[in-house]
Protein backbone atom coordinates (compact mmCIF):
# COMPACT_ATOMS: atom_id res chain seq x y z
CA UNK A 1 0.00 0.00 0.00
CA UNK A 2 1.10 3.43 -0.88
CA UNK A 3 2.03 5.72 2.28
CA UNK A 4 0.19 8.72 0.37
CA UNK A 5 -2.86 9.02 -1.86
CA UNK A 6 -2.92 11.96 -3.88
CA UNK A 7 -6.40 12.79 -5.16
CA UNK A 8 -7.19 15.04 -8.63
CA UNK A 9 -10.38 15.70 -9.34
CA UNK A 10 -10.27 17.82 -12.76
CA UNK A 11 -12.75 19.05 -15.23
CA UNK A 12 -11.64 20.53 -18.38
CA UNK A 13 -8.17 20.52 -17.02
CA UNK A 14 -6.27 20.15 -20.63
CA UNK A 15 -4.20 23.47 -20.13
CA UNK A 16 -3.01 22.46 -16.68
CA UNK A 17 -3.18 18.51 -16.66
CA UNK A 18 -0.21 17.54 -17.78
CA UNK A 19 2.03 20.68 -15.89
CA UNK A 20 0.27 19.43 -12.57
CA UNK A 21 0.87 15.49 -12.96
CA UNK A 22 4.36 16.13 -13.57
CA UNK A 23 5.44 18.20 -10.96
CA UNK A 24 3.83 15.20 -8.77
CA UNK A 25 5.56 12.19 -10.78
CA UNK A 26 9.24 14.28 -10.40
CA UNK A 27 8.73 14.29 -6.70
CA UNK A 28 11.92 13.20 -4.10
CA UNK A 29 9.25 11.45 -2.24
CA UNK A 30 7.95 8.61 -4.43
CA UNK A 31 5.52 6.43 -2.66
CA UNK A 32 2.30 7.69 -3.76
CA UNK A 33 -0.58 6.57 -5.86
CA UNK A 34 -2.59 9.14 -7.64
CA UNK A 35 -6.24 9.01 -7.94
CA UNK A 36 -7.82 11.13 -10.87
CA UNK A 37 -11.39 11.57 -11.37
CA UNK A 38 -12.50 13.27 -14.27
CA UNK A 39 -15.56 15.20 -14.10
CA UNK A 40 -17.48 14.53 -17.48
CA UNK A 41 -14.85 17.04 -19.44
CA UNK A 42 -15.61 17.91 -22.96
CA UNK A 43 -12.16 18.99 -23.48
CA UNK A 44 -8.69 16.63 -24.03
CA UNK A 45 -8.82 16.41 -20.16
CA UNK A 46 -9.34 12.48 -20.52
CA UNK A 47 -6.49 11.76 -23.87
CA UNK A 48 -4.05 13.32 -21.79
CA UNK A 49 -5.11 11.38 -18.24
CA UNK A 50 -5.22 8.17 -19.87
CA UNK A 51 -1.77 8.51 -21.45
CA UNK A 52 -0.69 8.73 -17.92
CA UNK A 53 -2.01 6.25 -16.82
CA UNK A 54 -0.83 4.00 -19.26
CA UNK A 55 3.00 5.26 -18.71
CA UNK A 56 2.89 5.26 -14.88
CA UNK A 57 1.12 1.94 -12.49
CA UNK A 58 0.93 4.53 -10.07
CA UNK A 59 -1.76 6.45 -11.41
CA UNK A 60 -5.41 5.36 -11.65
CA UNK A 61 -8.17 7.16 -13.58
CA UNK A 62 -11.78 7.34 -13.19
CA UNK A 63 -14.44 9.37 -15.69
CA UNK A 64 -17.91 10.23 -14.26
CA UNK A 65 -20.40 9.72 -16.50
CA UNK A 66 -22.17 13.09 -15.58
CA UNK A 67 -20.35 16.36 -13.72
CA UNK A 68 -21.02 15.42 -10.11
CA UNK A 69 -19.73 19.27 -8.68
CA UNK A 70 -16.55 19.49 -7.36
CA UNK A 71 -17.49 18.36 -3.94
CA UNK A 72 -18.54 14.77 -4.98
CA UNK A 73 -15.88 14.54 -7.43
CA UNK A 74 -13.38 15.75 -4.45
CA UNK A 75 -15.32 13.23 -2.26
CA UNK A 76 -14.40 10.30 -4.84
CA UNK A 77 -10.93 10.81 -4.91
CA UNK A 78 -10.54 10.98 -1.06
CA UNK A 79 -13.09 7.87 -0.47
CA UNK A 80 -10.60 5.57 -3.61
CA UNK A 81 -7.57 6.45 -1.84
CA UNK A 82 -5.78 4.00 0.19
CA UNK A 83 -2.37 5.31 1.97
CA UNK A 84 -1.80 6.90 5.32
CA UNK A 85 -1.85 10.17 4.37
CA UNK A 86 -4.04 12.16 1.60
CA UNK A 87 -3.62 15.50 -0.13
CA UNK A 88 -5.53 17.22 -2.61
CA UNK A 89 -4.17 18.10 -5.66
CA UNK A 90 -5.72 21.25 -7.42
CA UNK A 91 -5.30 20.37 -11.35
CA UNK A 92 -4.14 24.33 -11.75
CA UNK A 93 -1.63 24.29 -8.97
CA UNK A 94 1.68 22.91 -9.08
CA UNK A 95 4.40 21.60 -6.22
CA UNK A 96 8.12 22.38 -5.73
CA UNK A 97 9.58 18.59 -5.60
CA UNK A 98 10.23 18.36 -1.97
CA UNK A 99 6.31 18.65 -1.30
CA UNK A 100 5.89 15.46 -0.25
CA UNK A 101 8.88 14.63 1.19
CA UNK A 102 8.89 17.61 3.89
CA UNK A 103 5.64 17.16 4.39
CA UNK A 104 5.19 13.46 4.91
CA UNK A 105 8.34 13.44 7.09
CA UNK A 106 7.05 16.25 9.61
CA UNK A 107 3.81 14.00 9.93
CA UNK A 108 5.56 10.47 10.02
CA UNK A 109 7.67 12.56 13.40
CA UNK A 110 4.96 14.14 15.16
CA UNK A 111 1.66 12.43 15.66
CA UNK A 112 0.28 15.11 17.34
CA UNK A 113 0.07 16.85 13.58
CA UNK A 114 -3.06 16.11 11.58
CA UNK A 115 -2.23 18.10 8.59
CA UNK A 116 1.19 19.42 6.70
CA UNK A 117 1.33 22.31 4.87
CA UNK A 118 3.88 24.24 2.98
CA UNK A 119 4.01 28.07 2.51
CA UNK A 120 1.67 29.45 -0.86
CA UNK A 121 3.42 31.05 -4.08
CA UNK A 122 0.66 32.80 -5.94
CA UNK A 123 0.80 32.56 -9.79
CA UNK A 124 -1.64 33.65 -12.14
CA UNK A 125 -4.16 36.79 -13.36
CA UNK A 126 -5.49 37.55 -10.32
CA UNK A 127 -2.56 38.10 -8.10
CA UNK A 128 -3.64 41.24 -7.25
CA UNK A 129 -7.77 41.14 -7.43
CA UNK A 130 -8.33 42.98 -4.26
CA UNK A 131 -6.52 45.67 -5.22
CA UNK A 132 -8.75 48.77 -5.62
CA UNK A 133 -8.42 50.32 -9.26
CA UNK A 134 -10.23 53.72 -9.82
CA UNK A 135 -12.63 52.25 -12.74
CA UNK A 136 -14.21 50.45 -9.78
CA UNK A 137 -17.31 50.89 -8.69
CA UNK A 138 -18.50 51.46 -5.06
CA UNK A 139 -20.04 48.02 -4.46
CA UNK A 140 -16.73 46.60 -5.77
CA UNK A 141 -14.54 49.03 -3.97
CA UNK A 142 -16.51 47.34 0.05
CA UNK A 143 -16.02 44.52 -1.94
CA UNK A 144 -12.56 44.13 -2.38
CA UNK A 145 -12.19 46.27 1.38
CA UNK A 146 -14.36 43.60 2.72
CA UNK A 147 -12.51 40.43 0.89
CA UNK A 148 -8.66 41.64 1.54
CA UNK A 149 -9.76 41.98 5.47
CA UNK A 150 -11.73 38.67 6.28
CA UNK A 151 -10.20 36.30 3.59
CA UNK A 152 -6.11 37.45 3.86
CA UNK A 153 -3.94 34.42 1.95
CA UNK A 154 -2.68 33.31 5.49
CA UNK A 155 -1.03 29.89 6.41
CA UNK A 156 -0.09 29.71 10.00
CA UNK A 157 0.53 27.23 12.32
CA UNK A 158 -2.24 26.29 14.83
CA UNK A 159 -1.86 24.48 18.29
CA UNK A 160 -3.76 24.37 21.43
CA UNK A 161 -7.66 23.20 22.48
CA UNK A 162 -10.24 22.74 19.85
CA UNK A 163 -12.05 25.63 20.16
CA UNK A 164 -9.13 27.80 20.26
CA UNK A 165 -8.11 26.33 16.71
CA UNK A 166 -11.47 27.21 15.40
CA UNK A 167 -11.34 30.68 16.52
CA UNK A 168 -7.67 31.37 15.17
CA UNK A 169 -8.48 29.74 12.07
CA UNK A 170 -11.59 31.41 11.55
CA UNK A 171 -10.31 35.18 12.37
CA UNK A 172 -7.04 34.73 10.51
CA UNK A 173 -9.00 32.48 7.43
CA UNK A 174 -6.40 29.69 7.89
CA UNK A 175 -8.57 27.46 5.28
CA UNK A 176 -5.89 27.26 2.75
CA UNK A 177 -4.40 24.35 4.45
CA UNK A 178 -6.83 22.04 2.80
CA UNK A 179 -4.30 21.41 0.18
CA UNK A 180 -2.02 19.95 2.70
CA UNK A 181 -1.06 16.45 4.06
CA UNK A 182 -3.98 14.71 5.49
CA UNK A 183 -4.08 11.65 8.17
CA UNK A 184 -6.28 10.25 5.58
CA UNK A 185 -8.11 8.11 8.48
CA UNK A 186 -9.51 11.90 9.74
CA UNK A 187 -10.03 13.60 6.78
CA UNK A 188 -12.74 11.16 6.11
CA UNK A 189 -13.82 11.43 9.65
CA UNK A 190 -14.33 15.64 9.13
CA UNK A 191 -15.71 15.74 5.35
CA UNK A 192 -19.77 16.33 5.59
CA UNK A 193 -21.67 14.41 3.51
CA UNK A 194 -23.49 16.65 1.88
CA UNK A 195 -22.40 19.84 -0.65
CA UNK A 196 -22.96 23.37 0.61
CA UNK A 197 -21.17 26.70 0.14
CA UNK A 198 -18.78 26.51 2.73
CA UNK A 199 -18.33 22.77 3.11
CA UNK A 200 -14.39 23.30 2.53
CA UNK A 201 -13.88 24.94 5.47
CA UNK A 202 -15.98 23.04 7.48
CA UNK A 203 -13.74 19.89 6.61
CA UNK A 204 -10.90 22.08 7.81
CA UNK A 205 -12.50 22.59 11.33
CA UNK A 206 -13.64 19.25 11.61
CA UNK A 207 -10.31 18.04 11.30
CA UNK A 208 -8.65 20.03 13.72
CA UNK A 209 -10.47 17.99 16.00
CA UNK A 210 -8.18 15.61 15.80
CA UNK A 211 -4.61 17.16 15.47
CA UNK A 212 -2.59 20.30 15.26
CA UNK A 213 -1.16 22.28 11.95
CA UNK A 214 2.35 21.89 10.98
CA UNK A 215 3.56 25.06 8.51
CA UNK A 216 6.87 24.40 6.61
CA UNK A 217 8.42 28.44 5.78
CA UNK A 218 9.16 27.41 2.51
CA UNK A 219 7.20 27.93 -0.43
CA UNK A 220 6.18 24.50 -1.75
CA UNK A 221 3.13 25.13 -3.71
CA UNK A 222 2.12 27.15 -6.26
CA UNK A 223 -1.35 28.30 -6.29
CA UNK A 224 -3.86 28.99 -9.30
CA UNK A 225 -5.61 32.59 -8.63
CA UNK A 226 -7.89 32.22 -11.77
CA UNK A 227 -9.80 28.86 -10.45
CA UNK A 228 -13.36 28.62 -9.70
CA UNK A 229 -13.28 30.34 -6.45
CA UNK A 230 -12.24 33.53 -8.54
CA UNK A 231 -15.44 33.35 -10.98
CA UNK A 232 -17.99 34.80 -8.33
CA UNK A 233 -20.46 33.12 -6.26
CA UNK A 234 -23.28 32.69 -8.41
CA UNK A 235 -21.24 30.89 -10.95
CA UNK A 236 -19.64 28.43 -8.33
CA UNK A 237 -23.12 27.32 -6.84
CA UNK A 238 -24.71 26.56 -10.44
CA UNK A 239 -21.37 24.67 -11.43
CA UNK A 240 -21.37 22.87 -7.91
CA UNK A 241 -24.57 21.52 -7.86
CA UNK A 242 -25.25 23.69 -4.65
CA UNK A 243 -29.04 24.76 -4.05
CA UNK A 244 -29.17 28.57 -5.14
CA UNK A 245 -32.02 29.29 -2.27
CA UNK A 246 -29.11 30.33 -0.19
CA UNK A 247 -27.71 32.36 -2.51
CA UNK A 248 -28.71 35.83 -0.84
CA UNK A 249 -27.24 34.64 2.15
CA UNK A 250 -23.93 31.80 0.88
CA UNK A 251 -22.55 31.49 4.03
CA UNK A 252 -25.73 31.09 6.01
CA UNK A 253 -25.38 26.82 5.40
CA UNK A 254 -21.66 27.20 7.09
CA UNK A 255 -22.82 29.52 9.87
CA UNK A 256 -25.33 26.56 10.50
CA UNK A 257 -22.73 23.62 10.19
CA UNK A 258 -20.52 25.49 13.24
CA UNK A 259 -24.39 26.02 15.07
CA UNK A 260 -24.60 22.27 15.02
CA UNK A 261 -20.98 21.07 15.21
CA UNK A 262 -19.16 23.74 17.36
CA UNK A 263 -22.39 24.83 19.27
CA UNK A 264 -24.62 27.92 19.52
CA UNK A 265 -22.74 29.54 22.72
CA UNK A 266 -19.46 29.71 20.23
CA UNK A 267 -21.96 31.42 17.52
CA UNK A 268 -22.91 33.89 19.89
CA UNK A 269 -19.12 34.23 20.88
CA UNK A 270 -18.11 35.27 17.89
CA UNK A 271 -21.53 36.75 16.33
CA UNK A 272 -19.22 39.83 14.71
CA UNK A 273 -17.52 37.24 12.52
CA UNK A 274 -20.58 35.59 11.69
CA UNK A 275 -22.52 38.61 11.03
CA UNK A 276 -19.88 39.89 8.37
CA UNK A 277 -19.37 36.55 6.57
CA UNK A 278 -22.60 36.46 5.80
CA UNK A 279 -22.77 40.20 5.07
CA UNK A 280 -19.04 40.01 3.02
CA UNK A 281 -21.04 36.66 1.08
CA UNK A 282 -24.29 39.25 0.26
CA UNK A 283 -21.73 41.95 -1.24
CA UNK A 284 -20.10 39.32 -3.37
CA UNK A 285 -23.42 37.84 -4.78
CA UNK A 286 -24.15 41.91 -5.80
CA UNK A 287 -21.40 42.10 -7.13
CA UNK A 288 -21.52 39.29 -9.54
CA UNK A 289 -25.29 40.57 -10.60
CA UNK A 290 -23.63 43.78 -11.08
CA UNK A 291 -20.58 42.59 -12.65
CA UNK A 292 -23.48 40.91 -15.70
Same mark, same amino acid.
Given at each position: ????G?G &?P????????E???E???????T?????IS????????Q????????????????? /??K??? %?F????F &? %?N???????V??? &?D????E?????????????? /???????K???????????????K???? /?KR?K???????????I??S?????? &????????N???Q????R????L????K????????A?V??????G?????????????T???????????FK? /??I?R?F??F?YY?????????I????????L???????????????K?Q?GK
Open positions: MPLVI &VVYNGEEFIKRLSILNQTFDFEVIDNASTDRTEICKKYEKNDKRIRFFQ /QENCG %LHNYE &V %LHANGKYFDAN &VDFWHDFLKENVSVLESNP /QIVVSMSIKRYGSNTDEFRIKPDTFV /QYKFRDFFRPFNIPIGTFEEK &VIFCLRNFFWIFGVFREKLKSIHKPFYGWDWMLKSLQYDVHVINKELLFFYGGSSSKGITKFT /QNSLLLPSFTEWCRKNGTKFIFKNDYFLWINILGSIAVLDI
